[in-house]
Protein backbone atom coordinates (compact mmCIF):
# COMPACT_ATOMS: atom_id res chain seq x y z
CA UNK A 1 0.00 0.00 0.00
CA UNK A 2 1.78 3.08 -0.89
CA UNK A 3 1.39 5.95 1.53
CA UNK A 4 1.26 9.71 0.26
CA UNK A 5 1.90 12.88 2.51
CA UNK A 6 -0.02 15.58 1.96
CA UNK A 7 0.41 19.46 3.87
CA UNK A 8 -2.39 21.79 3.80
CA UNK A 9 -4.38 18.92 3.61
CA UNK A 10 -8.00 20.93 4.44
CA UNK A 11 -7.87 22.95 1.29
CA UNK A 12 -9.97 22.56 -1.59
CA UNK A 13 -7.70 20.88 -4.12
CA UNK A 14 -5.58 19.01 -1.60
CA UNK A 15 -9.01 17.25 0.37
CA UNK A 16 -10.59 16.94 -3.05
CA UNK A 17 -7.07 14.56 -3.60
CA UNK A 18 -7.07 12.90 -0.71
CA UNK A 19 -10.33 11.89 -0.92
CA UNK A 20 -9.62 10.02 -4.34
CA UNK A 21 -6.31 8.35 -2.31
CA UNK A 22 -8.68 6.84 0.14
CA UNK A 23 -11.28 5.83 -2.43
CA UNK A 24 -8.16 3.59 -3.97
CA UNK A 25 -6.91 2.43 -0.74
CA UNK A 26 -3.94 4.64 -0.10
CA UNK A 27 -2.48 5.44 2.91
CA UNK A 28 -2.65 8.96 3.42
CA UNK A 29 -0.96 11.16 5.74
CA UNK A 30 -2.33 14.50 6.14
CA UNK A 31 -0.49 17.99 8.23
CA UNK A 32 -3.13 20.30 8.85
CA UNK A 33 -2.70 22.95 11.94
CA UNK A 34 -5.48 23.02 14.15
CA UNK A 35 -6.56 26.53 15.27
CA UNK A 36 -8.83 27.69 18.55
CA UNK A 37 -11.90 26.74 16.58
CA UNK A 38 -11.26 23.57 15.28
CA UNK A 39 -8.82 20.30 15.74
CA UNK A 40 -6.46 19.24 12.98
CA UNK A 41 -9.00 16.14 12.51
CA UNK A 42 -12.02 18.24 12.60
CA UNK A 43 -10.61 20.45 9.66
CA UNK A 44 -10.12 17.68 7.46
CA UNK A 45 -13.17 15.20 7.97
CA UNK A 46 -14.95 18.59 7.55
CA UNK A 47 -13.30 19.09 4.35
CA UNK A 48 -13.89 15.20 3.17
CA UNK A 49 -17.26 15.43 4.82
CA UNK A 50 -18.35 18.47 2.01
CA UNK A 51 -16.96 16.78 -0.77
CA UNK A 52 -18.93 14.34 -0.25
CA UNK A 53 -22.21 15.46 0.90
CA UNK A 54 -22.14 13.53 4.38
CA UNK A 55 -21.16 10.31 2.64
CA UNK A 56 -17.74 10.29 3.72
CA UNK A 57 -15.41 7.23 2.78
CA UNK A 58 -13.39 5.04 5.08
CA UNK A 59 -11.02 6.92 6.89
CA UNK A 60 -9.15 3.22 7.98
CA UNK A 61 -6.16 4.38 5.86
CA UNK A 62 -6.63 8.43 6.88
CA UNK A 63 -3.93 9.48 9.83
CA UNK A 64 -4.09 13.54 10.49
CA UNK A 65 -1.44 14.85 12.07
CA UNK A 66 -1.50 18.46 13.70
CA UNK A 67 1.76 20.31 12.27
CA UNK A 68 3.26 24.19 12.12
CA UNK A 69 4.54 24.30 8.53
CA UNK A 70 7.07 27.41 9.73
CA UNK A 71 8.14 25.41 13.13
CA UNK A 72 11.53 23.58 12.91
CA UNK A 73 10.39 19.44 12.29
CA UNK A 74 6.95 21.10 11.74
CA UNK A 75 6.86 21.50 15.53
CA UNK A 76 6.89 17.54 15.66
CA UNK A 77 9.60 15.37 17.13
CA UNK A 78 12.17 12.88 15.57
CA UNK A 79 10.74 9.85 16.77
CA UNK A 80 7.40 11.15 15.04
CA UNK A 81 8.78 11.77 12.12
CA UNK A 82 10.88 8.96 11.44
CA UNK A 83 7.30 7.00 12.00
CA UNK A 84 5.66 9.65 9.43
CA UNK A 85 8.68 8.50 6.88
CA UNK A 86 9.28 5.35 7.41
CA UNK A 87 9.12 3.95 4.00
CA UNK A 88 8.78 5.34 0.53
CA UNK A 89 6.46 8.43 0.21
CA UNK A 90 5.27 10.41 -2.47
CA UNK A 91 4.92 14.31 -0.27
CA UNK A 92 3.15 16.68 -1.54
CA UNK A 93 3.43 20.38 -0.37
CA UNK A 94 -0.19 22.19 -0.78
CA UNK A 95 -0.15 24.73 1.90
CA UNK A 96 -0.20 28.55 0.66
CA UNK A 97 -1.67 31.66 1.54
CA UNK A 98 -3.53 32.79 -1.03
CA UNK A 99 -3.57 36.71 0.11
CA UNK A 100 -1.91 38.66 -2.75
CA UNK A 101 -1.59 42.47 -2.09
CA UNK A 102 1.50 44.26 -1.15
CA UNK A 103 -0.16 44.73 2.91
CA UNK A 104 0.25 40.72 2.66
CA UNK A 105 3.84 40.67 1.37
CA UNK A 106 5.23 39.02 4.58
CA UNK A 107 2.73 36.82 5.29
CA UNK A 108 3.34 35.44 1.63
CA UNK A 109 7.54 35.69 1.79
CA UNK A 110 7.13 33.27 5.03
CA UNK A 111 4.09 30.69 4.16
CA UNK A 112 4.50 30.29 0.31
CA UNK A 113 8.76 30.52 0.53
CA UNK A 114 9.88 30.47 3.85
CA UNK A 115 6.90 27.13 4.53
CA UNK A 116 8.24 25.70 1.16
CA UNK A 117 12.16 25.97 2.25
CA UNK A 118 11.00 24.43 5.71
CA UNK A 119 9.24 21.51 4.22
CA UNK A 120 12.11 20.64 1.42
CA UNK A 121 14.44 20.20 4.78
CA UNK A 122 12.11 18.18 6.55
CA UNK A 123 11.66 15.83 3.14
CA UNK A 124 15.50 16.04 2.84
CA UNK A 125 16.41 14.88 6.34
CA UNK A 126 13.69 12.05 6.81
CA UNK A 127 12.62 11.21 3.57
CA UNK A 128 13.84 7.29 1.98
CA UNK A 129 16.06 7.86 -1.37
CA UNK A 130 13.20 6.59 -3.56
CA UNK A 131 10.74 9.19 -1.85
CA UNK A 132 9.51 11.52 -4.05
CA UNK A 133 8.86 15.83 -3.28
CA UNK A 134 6.02 17.51 -5.11
CA UNK A 135 5.97 21.53 -4.96
CA UNK A 136 1.98 21.99 -5.87
CA UNK A 137 2.30 25.69 -7.13
CA UNK A 138 0.10 27.78 -9.46
CA UNK A 139 0.23 28.69 -13.49
CA UNK A 140 0.29 32.05 -12.69
CA UNK A 141 4.07 31.70 -11.90
CA UNK A 142 4.33 32.94 -15.36
CA UNK A 143 3.61 36.65 -14.54
CA UNK A 144 3.40 39.18 -17.38
CA UNK A 145 5.12 36.94 -19.53
CA UNK A 146 4.13 36.79 -23.23
CA UNK A 147 5.44 34.07 -24.67
CA UNK A 148 4.38 30.31 -24.33
CA UNK A 149 4.62 29.35 -20.35
CA UNK A 150 7.26 26.34 -20.84
CA UNK A 151 7.58 23.56 -18.18
CA UNK A 152 11.09 24.95 -17.44
CA UNK A 153 12.26 27.07 -14.64
CA UNK A 154 12.59 30.44 -14.86
CA UNK A 155 14.60 32.48 -13.06
CA UNK A 156 13.80 34.78 -9.53
CA UNK A 157 12.20 38.17 -10.91
CA UNK A 158 10.97 41.54 -9.12
CA UNK A 159 7.74 41.99 -8.45
CA UNK A 160 7.02 43.94 -11.52
CA UNK A 161 7.39 41.30 -13.52
CA UNK A 162 4.11 39.92 -11.92
CA UNK A 163 0.41 40.86 -11.49
CA UNK A 164 0.46 40.94 -7.73
CA UNK A 165 2.72 39.11 -4.60
CA UNK A 166 1.22 35.76 -4.62
CA UNK A 167 2.52 35.06 -7.94
CA UNK A 168 5.55 36.52 -7.23
CA UNK A 169 6.16 34.34 -3.99
CA UNK A 170 5.20 30.92 -6.24
CA UNK A 171 7.99 31.99 -8.51
CA UNK A 172 10.20 32.32 -5.65
CA UNK A 173 8.93 28.70 -4.20
CA UNK A 174 9.69 26.94 -7.20
CA UNK A 175 12.77 28.32 -7.34
CA UNK A 176 13.48 27.06 -3.62
CA UNK A 177 12.68 23.25 -4.96
CA UNK A 178 15.05 24.26 -8.14
CA UNK A 179 18.04 24.91 -6.09
CA UNK A 180 17.35 21.91 -3.93
CA UNK A 181 17.22 19.63 -7.15
CA UNK A 182 20.91 21.40 -8.03
CA UNK A 183 22.97 21.29 -5.22
CA UNK A 184 21.27 18.51 -2.54
CA UNK A 185 20.20 16.08 -5.07
CA UNK A 186 16.23 16.58 -3.69
CA UNK A 187 14.18 14.01 -6.13
CA UNK A 188 11.67 17.17 -6.61
CA UNK A 189 8.63 18.24 -9.10
CA UNK A 190 6.62 21.50 -10.19
CA UNK A 191 3.10 20.82 -10.41
CA UNK A 192 1.68 24.03 -11.83
CA UNK A 193 -2.18 24.43 -11.46
CA UNK A 194 -4.20 26.70 -13.46
CA UNK A 195 -7.40 28.19 -11.58
CA UNK A 196 -9.11 25.02 -10.06
CA UNK A 197 -13.14 24.93 -10.61
CA UNK A 198 -16.14 23.04 -10.05
CA UNK A 199 -16.46 19.33 -11.77
CA UNK A 200 -17.56 20.00 -15.49
CA UNK A 201 -19.56 16.52 -15.34
CA UNK A 202 -22.07 17.61 -12.73
CA UNK A 203 -21.55 21.26 -12.46
CA UNK A 204 -21.01 20.58 -8.52
CA UNK A 205 -18.56 23.80 -7.52
CA UNK A 206 -17.50 23.53 -3.83
CA UNK A 207 -14.70 26.41 -3.88
CA UNK A 208 -15.16 30.74 -3.57
CA UNK A 209 -11.97 31.11 -5.07
CA UNK A 210 -11.35 33.03 -8.92
CA UNK A 211 -14.28 33.14 -11.24
CA UNK A 212 -17.05 32.42 -7.89
CA UNK A 213 -15.53 34.92 -5.84
CA UNK A 214 -16.17 37.32 -8.33
CA UNK A 215 -19.80 36.10 -8.82
CA UNK A 216 -20.57 36.46 -5.46
CA UNK A 217 -19.80 39.74 -4.62
CA UNK A 218 -22.05 40.45 -8.34
CA UNK A 219 -24.02 38.76 -6.61
CA UNK A 220 -24.26 40.65 -3.53
CA UNK A 221 -24.61 43.86 -6.08
CA UNK A 222 -27.48 42.20 -7.93
CA UNK A 223 -29.10 41.80 -4.65
CA UNK A 224 -28.98 46.11 -3.88
CA UNK A 225 -29.08 47.32 -7.22
CA UNK A 226 -30.97 45.04 -9.34
CA UNK A 227 -32.08 45.86 -12.88
CA UNK A 228 -29.11 48.07 -13.06
CA UNK A 229 -26.39 48.48 -15.89
CA UNK A 230 -22.70 48.40 -14.74
CA UNK A 231 -19.70 48.45 -16.45
CA UNK A 232 -16.51 46.33 -15.81
CA UNK A 233 -13.43 46.65 -17.17
CA UNK A 234 -13.21 43.53 -18.58
CA UNK A 235 -12.20 42.29 -22.66
CA UNK A 236 -14.58 39.77 -23.50
CA UNK A 237 -11.91 37.87 -25.28
CA UNK A 238 -9.70 37.75 -22.73
CA UNK A 239 -9.61 34.18 -21.53
CA UNK A 240 -9.08 32.58 -18.45
CA UNK A 241 -7.39 29.02 -17.84
CA UNK A 242 -9.77 26.99 -15.89
CA UNK A 243 -9.53 23.63 -14.79
CA UNK A 244 -12.16 21.27 -13.44
CA UNK A 245 -11.70 19.88 -9.65
CA UNK A 246 -12.10 16.15 -11.15
CA UNK A 247 -9.62 16.72 -13.87
CA UNK A 248 -6.83 17.89 -11.56
CA UNK A 249 -7.92 15.03 -8.97
CA UNK A 250 -6.99 12.81 -11.88
CA UNK A 251 -4.10 14.02 -13.26
CA UNK A 252 -2.72 14.44 -9.65
CA UNK A 253 -3.70 10.37 -9.02
CA UNK A 254 -1.93 9.78 -11.95
CA UNK A 255 1.24 11.30 -10.83
CA UNK A 256 1.02 9.05 -7.72
CA UNK A 257 0.54 6.06 -9.89
CA UNK A 258 3.38 7.22 -12.65
CA UNK A 259 7.28 5.30 -11.76
CA UNK A 260 8.82 8.68 -13.79
CA UNK A 261 7.12 12.05 -14.12
CA UNK A 262 8.88 15.14 -15.12
CA UNK A 263 10.38 17.89 -13.27
CA UNK A 264 7.71 20.27 -14.42
CA UNK A 265 4.48 19.43 -15.20
CA UNK A 266 1.54 22.03 -15.91
CA UNK A 267 -1.69 21.51 -14.93
CA UNK A 268 -4.11 23.79 -17.01
CA UNK A 269 -6.68 23.02 -19.39
CA UNK A 270 -6.24 22.47 -22.77
CA UNK A 271 -8.52 25.40 -24.28
CA UNK A 272 -9.09 28.68 -21.94
CA UNK A 273 -12.30 30.16 -20.93
CA UNK A 274 -13.52 32.85 -22.81
CA UNK A 275 -14.68 36.02 -20.23
CA UNK A 276 -17.67 36.25 -22.32
CA UNK A 277 -18.90 32.45 -21.02
CA UNK A 278 -18.59 33.96 -17.58
CA UNK A 279 -19.66 37.47 -18.25
CA UNK A 280 -23.26 35.73 -20.72
CA UNK A 281 -23.70 33.10 -17.19
CA UNK A 282 -24.24 36.11 -14.91
CA UNK A 283 -26.11 37.87 -17.25
CA UNK A 284 -28.54 35.21 -17.36
CA UNK A 285 -28.65 34.13 -13.36
CA UNK A 286 -29.05 37.45 -11.96
CA UNK A 287 -30.97 41.10 -12.51
CA UNK A 288 -27.59 42.81 -13.59
CA UNK A 289 -26.53 43.95 -16.84
CA UNK A 290 -22.57 43.57 -17.24
CA UNK A 291 -21.28 45.41 -19.98
CA UNK A 292 -17.65 44.76 -20.79
CA UNK A 293 -15.61 47.83 -21.45
CA UNK A 294 -11.35 47.14 -21.81
CA UNK A 295 -10.49 50.24 -21.66
CA UNK A 296 -12.83 51.69 -18.90
CA UNK A 297 -11.13 54.10 -16.30
CA UNK A 298 -12.02 54.81 -12.78
CA UNK A 299 -12.49 58.13 -13.32
CA UNK A 300 -15.21 57.05 -15.81
CA UNK A 301 -16.67 54.43 -14.16
CA UNK A 302 -20.39 56.05 -11.57
CA UNK A 303 -20.46 54.60 -7.86
CA UNK A 304 -21.89 51.11 -8.71
CA UNK A 305 -19.20 50.59 -11.27
CA UNK A 306 -16.63 51.37 -8.77
CA UNK A 307 -18.47 48.97 -6.29
CA UNK A 308 -17.73 46.57 -8.94
CA UNK A 309 -14.24 47.59 -9.33
CA UNK A 310 -12.94 47.25 -6.02
CA UNK A 311 -14.65 43.74 -6.16
CA UNK A 312 -12.21 42.93 -9.00
CA UNK A 313 -9.01 43.76 -7.23
CA UNK A 314 -7.56 40.23 -7.60
CA UNK A 315 -9.70 39.07 -10.59
CA UNK A 316 -9.17 42.44 -12.58
CA UNK A 317 -5.57 41.78 -13.49
CA UNK A 318 -6.69 38.10 -15.32
CA UNK A 319 -9.57 40.15 -17.32
CA UNK A 320 -7.33 41.01 -20.28
CA UNK A 321 -4.53 38.37 -21.08
CA UNK A 322 -4.23 35.23 -23.08
CA UNK A 323 -1.56 33.56 -21.58
CA UNK A 324 -0.43 30.25 -23.54
CA UNK A 325 0.81 27.05 -21.83
CA UNK A 326 3.04 24.37 -22.78
CA UNK A 327 2.02 20.70 -22.13
CA UNK A 328 4.17 19.09 -24.38
CA UNK A 329 6.14 17.34 -20.96
CA UNK A 330 2.72 16.57 -18.99
CA UNK A 331 1.14 14.82 -22.46
CA UNK A 332 3.88 12.51 -22.12
CA UNK A 333 3.61 10.63 -18.96
CA UNK A 334 -0.42 11.97 -18.27
CA UNK A 335 -3.28 10.21 -20.21
CA UNK A 336 -5.78 13.61 -20.70
CA UNK A 337 -9.05 13.33 -19.57
CA UNK A 338 -12.26 15.53 -20.70
CA UNK A 339 -11.58 19.27 -19.23
CA UNK A 340 -14.31 21.05 -21.27
CA UNK A 341 -15.09 24.01 -19.82
CA UNK A 342 -17.64 25.42 -22.61
CA UNK A 343 -20.39 27.98 -22.09
CA UNK A 344 -23.56 25.58 -21.06
CA UNK A 345 -20.19 23.81 -18.13
CA UNK A 346 -19.24 27.47 -16.74
CA UNK A 347 -23.47 28.24 -16.28
CA UNK A 348 -24.02 25.11 -14.51
CA UNK A 349 -21.28 25.77 -12.37
CA UNK A 350 -21.80 29.20 -11.69
CA UNK A 351 -25.24 28.78 -11.01
CA UNK A 352 -25.05 25.31 -8.62
CA UNK A 353 -22.49 28.30 -6.47
CA UNK A 354 -24.55 31.16 -6.80
CA UNK A 355 -27.60 28.75 -5.46
CA UNK A 356 -25.85 27.04 -2.56
CA UNK A 357 -23.46 29.95 -1.30
CA UNK A 358 -27.02 32.45 -0.47
CA UNK A 359 -28.52 29.01 0.68
CA UNK A 360 -25.88 29.32 3.59
CA UNK A 361 -27.80 32.38 4.94
CA UNK A 362 -31.29 32.45 4.85
CA UNK A 363 -32.01 35.28 6.16
CA UNK A 364 -30.40 37.45 3.35
CA UNK A 365 -32.92 38.47 0.52
CA UNK A 366 -32.42 35.78 -1.90
CA UNK A 367 -31.07 36.57 -5.78
CA UNK A 368 -33.57 35.46 -8.36
CA UNK A 369 -31.72 32.27 -10.41
CA UNK A 370 -32.79 31.81 -13.36
CA UNK A 371 -35.19 28.77 -14.25
CA UNK A 372 -35.69 28.28 -10.05
Given at each position: ???????????YVAS????????????????????????????????????????????????????????????????????????????????????????????????????????????????????????????????????????????????????????????????????????????????????????????????????????????????????????????????????????????????????????????????????????NSLK?????????????????????????????????????????????????????????????????????????????????????????
Amino acid sequence: MKRVIVNGANGYVASNFINELLKHHYQVLALVRGNTKSSAEDRVIQALNVINDGNTPSLDNLMIVDYSLLDKNFGLSETRLQELFSTDVDYFHFAASLKYDHKSKDELLAVNVKGVENSVNLFSAFASANSRFFFVGTAYSCGNTKEVFEEKFYPDQDISSFRNYYEWSKRLAENVVKRNIDHNGLRGHVIRLSQVTGDNRTGITKTDYGIFDFSKRVCKLAKRHPENKVRAKISPDGTQNLIPINVAVDYLHQTVNAISVPTIMNFVANKPVKNSYIINSLKKLMPLDIVPVPGLEYSQMNSLERLMAVGMSFTGHYTNINIQFDTSKRDAVITPVDDCMDEQTVYRMLKYFIKNSFKKNRTQKEVPIENE
